[in-house]
Structure formats: structure tokens, C-alpha cells
């Protein structure tokens, strides 16, 4: 909290060079998003006085655009490294004109067209083989101009998840055509995304660095699960709102599978044991759910045993970590991503904790330096005492 003595900083780039003293002082705000979700984004509004700035040619589209933010006189954060994707103008009545300016992240170029392809090695024989999901994804980021960063434990889920593939291909030579991927008719953008939640992994571009803006990280909630910044109620948090609910959450996903080499059919069940914080796995002949109940979700498409493990994956892991959600805002810290753990502390035992930011704005405007953060409580924290997360009851004083 005492850099908050100091004035906060910018410095707004544009095509690798600092945009004049002129426009910057014409900037009346500065709004930076980043996280799971969507693309990143930056917004600059500037004071169009005179309509001075309506036709400037710095504001190319596809112009790159850098963002850092700080409190002089220390050094600043880049927060954010992309390209111009449009600009606009508004002249209210009874105000000033203004300019906005909007960048995005370089993954806007992944939603430009669609593409039908498939992914495999080919084989003389027995045929084709599927390609690692680790390579596909490093293929179609490459592509695109981006480098892949693959955290440990992502890879590592990626690995085992992939073996039932390669299992299935292998014991099954007919059948590899059904495990192999295929892009149809989809944009790289979604392309990207069905293969992230397929293999538990959360999408992130990191901005800072050399290569800011280009790095393009796909990443497990595991890899880290320790506090990257403490935030208290009554001291560094301006605000604080979490919401528990049990709406839309489920306990389990049942999936049903044919196994064509031994006529039979499984129900496969992957759960979630709140008493023990761990997943649990259980597998049943036929097609009945055992002692099923409202909160047993059901996927009802064919399943193979090479999809089954994936779309197990992909459907309970997000509806568990919905459960306990919130929204927060900080005195301005630009050095704050999303990814990263939050520590909570002030507010009780039940909303208190660790948190994982899952969207973080920055706004720098006449209001001085904020930082907006949106945030899960994830079910791996559950492994962590809550003394240990400080998660505490209140203690009143009389």
C-alpha cells in the first residue's frame, strides 16, 4: 500500500514507439483486460478537442499497441502487447467529442475464416495414427505466429489423457480414424478452445517479456497453487462480493461407451469426493446410472473409450469451480494477471481463502490507478488447510 504515495504512470506504444506528448496528454482513460475468457483487450478514450485526433493515421488497424501501467518513479508493468482492431468516435450533445481505440490480443487473427483438416501421422500401415493434442496445439499456435508454453502438470494430464488414444489405435487399427482430430469447419480461435477444454487446460497470452504478446500459455489449474498476492478486508481490498451457489453444479458426469471387441456396454462416472477433496472414478456394465441423482449429469451423445476420459474432463472440472465465484477490487496493482492466486483474508472462514483470478482489469482514468479482479475458488485449494489459506472465522471484539 505506500505506492499508493505515488502518482500513477503509463506509457501507451504504438508500432514499437511511444505516441507523442501531444496525444498522451489527451488520454482521459485507459482500460486493460486480460483472462480465461474471450480475448484480451485494451481501450484508450481520448479528449478529441477541435476533432484534432478524428483522422490520425497512428490509429491504423493491425498497428501494434503495447500498454504499460506503474506509479513513478519506479518501473512500470507492460500489462498488455497487441494490435489496433478498430477505432471509433462519439459527438454527444451536451459533452466533449472523443476518440476510442480498441486492440486486441494477436489470437484475433485465429477467428478470421474457418479450416477442415484433420491431424495425423500417416502410416503405411496399419493406417493413420492420431497426433498428440501437445502437437496439434503447438502446430495451429505456430501457425498463427504465436509460441506455445506448455506448463508441467497441463502436459503432463495431456500425456495420460492421449494414452487411451494411442491405446485405442494401436489394440484397434480400424478404429484410429475416430480418435484422430479434425477441425471441421471451425476457426482456429475455437479450434484452440475445444482442445483446451478437452484436456483441462486454461488459455492465457502473457504480455510481459521480450516476446510479450506472442507467448501463447496453456496451462493447468495444478501447476500452481500458491498465493501470489494477500488481500484483506479493511486494508487492501476496496471491495469484495463472493457468491456461493449450488445452481447448475453437478457431483458427477456418467457417460456410456460401446466396447465393439466384447459386445458390451459401460457406464463410466467421473465424480468428485468433497469429504476427501479428490476425483473419483467408477465404471459399471450397461447403461444405468447406480443411485443416480439430481446431481449426476448425464452426457447423452456416443461416447468411445478414446473420448470418454476428455469429455469427462471437460464437463465436470468447470461446473466444480463455478460453485463459489467472486469479484473484487483492489487499489491499483498492475503486477496482478489472471492465473494467479489470490489470498483472501477478513472475511470469514466460508469466503475466505484462496481465490484464482480468472479475468483482471486495470483502469487508469481521472479516478487514479484500480484494478478489478474477477475470481474461482478452485477445487484443488481444497487439499490446502484453510488456516494455511487464511481462511479463518471472524472474531468479534467487544
Known amino acids: 500500500m505506500d505506492r499508493a504515495q505515488f502518482a500513477p504512470d503509463f506509457l501507451l506504444s504504438l508500432d514499437g514507439r511511444p505516441v507523442p506528448a501531444e496525444l498522451r496528454g489527451s488520454i482521459v482513460s485507459l482500460r486493460c483486460h486480460t483472462g480465461y475468457e474471450g480475448l484480451d483487450e485494451v481501450e484508450v478514450t481520448l479528449a ?26 519506479n518501473p512500470l508493468a507492460q500489462v498488455f502487447d497487441g494490435e489496433v482492431v478498430a477505432r471509433g468516435a462519439s459527438f454527444p450533445s451536451g459533452a466533449a467529442p472523443t476518440v476510442t481505440v480498441t486492440a486486441h490480443d494477436r489470437r484475433h487473427r485465429m477467428r478470421e475464416g474457418k479450416k477442415v483438416r484433420w491431424f495425423a501421422i500417416p502410416l503405411p500401415c496399419p493406417g493413420n495414427l492420431p497426433l498428440p493434442d501437445l502437437a496439434t496445439a503447438s502446430l495451429v499456435t505456430l501457425e498463427n505466429l504465436m509460441l ?26 480400424g478404429s484410429a480414424q475416430k480418435v484422430i482430430r479434425k477441425q471441421a469447419d471451425e476457426s482456429d480461435y475455437d479450434f484452440i478452445g475445444r482442445l483446451a477444454a478437452e484436456n483441462g487446460w486454461d488459455l492465457l497470452v502473457e504480455h510481459d517479456g521480450a516476446l510479450g504478446g506472442r507467448l501463447l ?14 488481500f484483506g478486508y479493511g486494508r487492501s481490498l476496496v471491495d469484495f462480493s463472493p457468491r456461493l451457489t449450488k445452481v447448475g453444479q453437478i457431483l458427477s458426469v456418467s457417460g456410456f461407451v460401446w466396447v465393439p471387441a466384447i459386445k458390451m456396454s459401460f457406464t463410466v462416472t467421473l465424480g ?42 471437460s464437463e465436470l472440472i468447470p461446473k466444480l469451480n463455478r460453485r463459489l465465484t467472486a469479484t473484487a477490487t483492489v487499489v491499483g496493482e498492475p503486477r496482478l494477471r489472471a492465473g494467479q492466486v ?12 484462496l481465490y484464482r483470478a480468472t479475468g483482471v482489469t486495470h483502469t487508469l482514468d481521472n479516478g487514479g490507478l484500480r484494478t478489478q479482479v474477477e475470481a474461482r475458488k478452485e477445487v484443488w485449494f481444497g487439499s490446502i488447510p484453510l488456516a494455511d489459506q487464511g481462511a479463518v472465522p471472524v472474531r468479534l471484539s467487544f
Open 48 to 73: 478529441n478537442d477541435g476533432l484534432r485526433w478524428l483522422d490520425e493515421r497512428l490509429f491504423a488497424l493491425d498497428v501494434p499497441l503495447s500498454l504499460k501501467l506503474g506509479y513513478a518513479p
Open 148 to 173: 506455445p508454453i506448455f506448463d508441467p502438470v497441463g502436459a503432463a494430464l495431456s500425456v495420460i489423457l492421449g494414452g487411451v488414444d494411442a491405446i485405442v489405435a494401436v489394440t484397434d487399427p
Open 272 to 313: 468428485f469426493d468433497w469429504d476427501r477433496m479428490s476425483l473419483t472414478l467408477s465404471i459399471y456394465p450397461g447403461v444405468a446410472l447406480v443411485n443416480a441423482t439430481a446431481s449426476d449429469f448425464k452426457i447423452e451423445e456416443p461416447l468411445t473409450p478414446a473420448s470418454i476420459p476428455r469429455k469427462l474432463v
Open 217 to 230: 500459455r496453456f496451462t493447468s489449474s495444478l501447476d500452481h497453487l500458491t498465493p501470489d498476492f494477500t
Open 342 to 353: 489470490l489470498r483472501i483474508e477478513g472475511v470469514g472462514e466460508e469466503f475466505g481463502g
